[in-house]
């Protein structure tokens, strides 16, 4: 059998359940929820499912990215509606497979399929189920809601491995039916999150994420909650407004180690994320785009910082170009600021400055270079280039190497970088060093250090054997980030030959102006998701209880014996913490399990076996099983949130958080109860009685499968 596992659903729902043209791939995540249609029906998603990241097609349908993924017997999404509903309502279907069911119903019943676009991709099993025909079935399918329908449901049973669900964007009003008072949900809509887990071969890639949605399951208490942000974006900390995929509901960080565990469980499924500490303090960043931000849609307000340098070729060739600066600057600047407004939300301050260099091998006429250091006065800066004059230069090679040292020399600090260098001509040192010493390529390795975007106003051909060697060792790339290899990066030419001073005048306040706004727009910048203090240093006194009683030594200086001595010496007060440990020990129950397999009355399930390669991701941190009972144990132990585990030696291991019974398990399965937990209600030890009537009342949601 195909362990195809990937069922993605996008429902598709507008009027009054009828399909609206043009909208069917409007999609809504599950992080969109709740939505309000149109009529003002308030729509909420509750799930026990996983999220998966990437677009599936099959049979000629596409499902989103994001959909939520039903992976196991039992899952399900529910659809409650603030006012009761009836119609038709549309789903878009990727990836079935033969042995995986669907079933439809609501609090008036079952919901029966209508249409399915493609049987030969997909078929009816029932009045209100589908199944695939073969593997990897795709299909628009269909269905009918009842009147005073309240809530939708859709539950996935069979022997693969789940489904992905994502609802449109085109549901605007429902049919209404007011004279009906909402029925209560099934008791089963509290939601409880499926961990992460590692697709199997035969699934894309990508892996899924655990999604939170409208009634999110209170998470352990322990977890660290990151300090509130600013609602809107700044540059100093930006900050998207994508969902996180975790709820963290805590204080602050036992310790710095347990940053990069949290960064990754809160965002880890959206961004590439990294940490920075500052002082006492964890932050979790990434590094986004200003085009990013503004895709984003959220509200941008705030301040994006320039350095901007203008690298002047000021020998006797340049006279209009250095007129052509003067009268265009301040045009200029104003126009960068205005564009940057305009196209991100930013307002854009610019620190500016020029130099002005020569020939220092021409004897005729001044060769002394000149500048004006970073200014954020613009009339100070448009001061000095009216008092510039062209001079000197009748060789051609100038004094390029001697500007730009200049220009380096200075104090860098905004987040965006630009050198703006205007020529004729070549440069003294193209082949080697100038007669200063100096080096292109080492003034090349400063810029690209620091990030710096190079543009370069081309006015004669002269100046291109000089721009060609440049670009061999700059590797600045449009989102301003250094690359390893410089045929990733390349110098912004703008062509100025043959231009008079209206011409160029034109061209500094309209081309410079976009290749500039263009630049901020594509760098990458960091931004702050989110920051944590580190809680401050324990003491090592005893801990206030240790519900199992068992000491272990973790250093050399004592045995195991003499700290279980020491630690149960009447208070504990002389119990070295620093050296024994609470030991966490398990009550075994055999032939019993926690849930999972039984029942699925827990807050949340890691599940090991042969489908996920024998190996999980729990809270940010990946396991491999090495399929024994100690494995399992150990996994179960550096587990904060473990509360119990089933495990089938070679053949499965659970993970449990948070359950209030057991039931009778397989001959060779055992539930392993953490001491430190209040142990739960047991039917696997309980009257005959009691257990049929428990089997009875949840029969619904058992999960047959055993392994």
């Given at each position: 059998?195909?362990n195809r596992?990937?069922?993605?659903?996008?429902?598709?729902?507008?009027?009054?359940?009828?399909?609206t043209?043009?909208?069917?791939?409007?999609?809504?995540?599950?992080?969109?929820?709740?939505?309000t249609?149109?009529?003002?029906n308030?729509v909420?998603?509750?799930?026990?499912?996983?999220?998966?990241?990437?677009?599936?097609t099959s049979?000629?349908v596409?499902?989103?990215?994001?959909?939520?993924?039903?992976?196991?017997s039992?899952?399900w999404?529910?659809?409650?509606?603030?006012?009761p509903v009836n119609?038709?309502?549309?789903?878009?279907i990727?990836?079935?497979?033969?042995?995986e069911?669907?079933?439809?119903e609501?609090?008036?019943g079952?919901?029966l399929?209508?249409t399915?676009s493609?049987?030969?991709?997909?078929v009816?099993?029932g009045?209100?189920?589908?199944e695939?025909?073969?593997?990897?079935?795709?299909?628009?399918?269909?269905i009918t809601?009842?009147?005073?329908t309240n809530?939708?449901?859709?539950t996935?049973?069979?022997d693969?491995?789940g489904?992905l669900?994502?609802?449109?964007?085109?549901?605007?009003?429902v049919?209404?039916?007011p004279s009906?008072?909402?029925?209560?949900a099934p008791?089963s809509?509290?939601?409880t999150?499926?961990?992460?887990a590692m697709p199997?071969?035969?699934?894309?890639?990508?892996?899924?994420t655990?999604?939170?949605?409208?009634?999110?399951t209170?998470?352990p208490?322990t977890t660290a909650?990151?300090t509130?942000?600013?609602?809107?974006?700044?540059m100093?900390t930006?900050?998207p407004t994508?969902t996180?995929t975790t709820?963290?509901i805590?204080?602050c960080?036992?310790?710095a180690?347990?940053?990069?565990?949290r960064?990754e469980?809160?965002?880890?499924?959206?961004?590439n994320t990294s940490?920075?500490?500052?002082a006492?303090v964890?932050?979790c960043t990434?590094?986004?785009t200003i085009t990013e931000l503004v895709a984003?849609?959220?509200e941008?307000?705030?301040?994006?910082?320039i350095?901007?340098?203008?690298?002047?070729?000021?020998?006797?060739s340049m006279?209009?170009?250095?007129?052509a600066?003067s009268?265009?600057?301040i045009e200029?600047?104003?126009?960068?600021?205005?564009?940057?407004?305009?196209?991100t939300?930013?307002?854009?301050?610019?620190?500016?400055?020029?130099?002005?260099y020569r020939?220092?091998?021409?004897?005729?006429?001044?060769?002394d270079n000149?500048?004006?250091?970073?200014?954020t006065?613009?009339s100070?800066?448009?001061a000095?280039?009216?008092?510039?004059?062209?001079?000197?230069?009748?060789d051609?090679?100038?004094d390029?190497?001697?500007g730009?040292?200049?220009m380096?020399?200075?104090?860098?600090?905004?987040?965006?970088?630009?050198i703006?260098h205007?020529?004729?001509?070549?440069?003294?040192?193209?082949n080697?060093p100038?007669?200063a010493?100096?080096?292109y390529?080492?003034?090349f390795?400063?810029?690209n250090?620091?990030g710096?975007?190079?543009?370069?106003?081309?006015?004669s051909p002269?100046?291109?054997?000089?721009?060609?060697?440049?670009?061999e060792v700059?590797s600045?790339?449009?989102a301003?980030v250094?690359?390893?290899?410089?045929?990733?990066?390349?110098i912004?030419?703008l062509?100025?030959?043959?231009m008079?001073?209206?011409?160029?005048?034109?061209a500094?306040?309209?081309?410079?102006v976009s290749?500039i706004v263009?630049?901020?727009?594509?760098r990458?910048?960091?931004?702050?998701?989110?920051?944590w203090d580190?809680?401050?240093?324990?003491?090592?006194?005893?801990p206030a209880?240790?519900p199992s009683n068992?000491?272990?030594?973790?250093a050399?200086?004592?045995t195991?014996?003499?700290?279980q001595s020491?630690?149960?010496?009447?208070d504990?007060?002389?119990?070295?913490?620093?050296?024994?440990?609470?030991e966490t020990?398990?009550?075994e129950?055999?032939s019993a399990?926690?849930?999972g397999?039984?029942h699925?009355?827990?807050e949340?399930l890691?599940?090991?076996?042969?489908h996920?390669?024998f190996?999980?991701?729990?809270?940010g941190?990946?396991?491999?099983?090495?399929r024994?009972?100690?494995?399992?144990?150990?996994?179960c132990k550096?587990t904060e949130?473990?509360?119990?585990?089933?495990?089938?030696e070679n053949?499965?291991?659970e993970?449990?958080?948070g359950?209030?019974?057991?039931?009778?398990?397989?001959d060779c399965?055992t539930?392993?109860?953490?001491?430190?937990?209040?142990e739960?209600?047991?039917?696997a030890?309980?009257s005959?009685?009691t257990?049929?009537?428990?089997?009875?009342?949840s029969?619904?949601q058992?999960?047959?499968?055993?392994?």
């Open positions: 059998m195909v596992t990937l069922i993605l659903f996008a429902a598709l729902i507008a009027g009054t359940f009828a399909q043209a043009g909208c069917e791939f409007e999609d809504l995540l599950p992080e969109d929820y709740p939505f249609t149109a009529g003002g308030v909420s998603m509750t799930t026990n499912a996983q999220t998966f990241d990437s677009m599936f049979c000629g596409n499902t989103p990215a994001g959909a939520s993924w039903l992976r196991n039992g899952d999404i529910q659809y409650d509606f603030s006012t119609g038709d309502v549309t789903f878009r990727t990836a079935l497979d033969n042995g069911d669907f079933t439809f609501s609090d008036q079952l919901c399929v209508k399915i493609d049987p030969t991709c997909v009816k099993t009045d209100s189920t589908i695939a025909v073969g593997s990897n079935g795709g299909s628009v399918i269909t809601m009842p009147d005073n809530w939708l449901k859709i996935q049973t069979g693969m491995n489904a669900f994502a609802m449109s964007g085109c549901l605007t009003t049919g209404e039916n009906t008072s909402p029925t209560v008791t809509t509290t939601t999150m499926a961990p992460s199997i071969s035969s699934m894309p890639t990508p892996m899924p655990t999604t939170t949605t409208a009634m999110p209170p998470l208490t909650m990151p509130p942000l600013p609602t809107t974006t700044t100093s930006p900050h994508k996180a709820s963290i805590a204080d960080l036992e310790s180690a347990d940053c990069p565990v960064c469980d809160a965002f880890g499924a959206v961004y940490i920075l500490f500052e006492d964890c932050k990434t590094e986004v984003s849609g959220e941008i307000e705030g301040t994006t910082n350095d901007l340098q203008i690298l002047l070729d000021a020998t006797g006279g209009a170009a250095l007129s600066m009268q265009s600057l200029m600047i104003d126009n960068i600021q205005t564009e940057i407004k305009t196209q939300g930013f307002d854009a301050a610019l620190r500016v400055g020029a130099v002005a020939d220092p091998l021409w004897a005729e006429a001044p060769t000149e500048h004006i250091a970073f200014t006065v613009n100070e800066i448009d000095f280039l009216a008092s510039l004059a062209p001079n000197g230069g009748g051609m090679p100038e390029v190497n001697g730009l040292r200049i380096l020399d200075q104090e860098w600090t905004s987040e965006h970088k630009f703006i205007i020529t004729d001509a070549g440069m003294l040192g193209e080697g100038d007669p010493g100096i080096m390529q080492d003034l390795t400063e810029i250090d620091l710096i975007t190079y543009v370069v106003g081309r006015m002269a100046a291109d054997n000089m721009i060609a060697n440049f670009n700059y600045v790339n449009d301003g250094a690359v390893s290899d410089p045929t990733e990066a390349e912004d030419v062509n100025l030959e043959g008079g001073v209206d011409e160029l005048s034109a500094f306040t309209t081309e410079l290749t263009n630049r901020v727009q594509s990458k910048v960091v931004t702050t998701l989110a920051e580190i809680c401050p240093a324990t003491t090592t006194e005893a209880s240790c068992v000491f272990v030594s973790t050399d200086c004592l195991d014996e003499l700290c020491i630690c149960e010496h009447e504990g007060s002389l119990c070295p913490m620093t050296a024994c440990k609470c020990v398990f009550n129950y055999a399990c926690c849930g397999t039984c699925d009355d827990y949340e890691w599940r090991a076996n042969h996920s390669s190996g999980f991701t729990i809270e941190v990946s396991h491999e099983w090495d024994t009972i100690e494995g399992c144990t150990q996994i550096e949130s473990c509360d119990a585990f089933n495990v089938v053949v499965r291991c993970i449990i958080a359950y209030t019974y057991m039931e009778p398990g397989s399965e539930c392993f109860v953490k001491v430190s937990h209040s739960p209600t047991t039917t030890v309980g005959i009685d257990l049929l009537r428990r089997n009875l009342k029969a619904p058992l999960n047959p499968r055993k392994h």
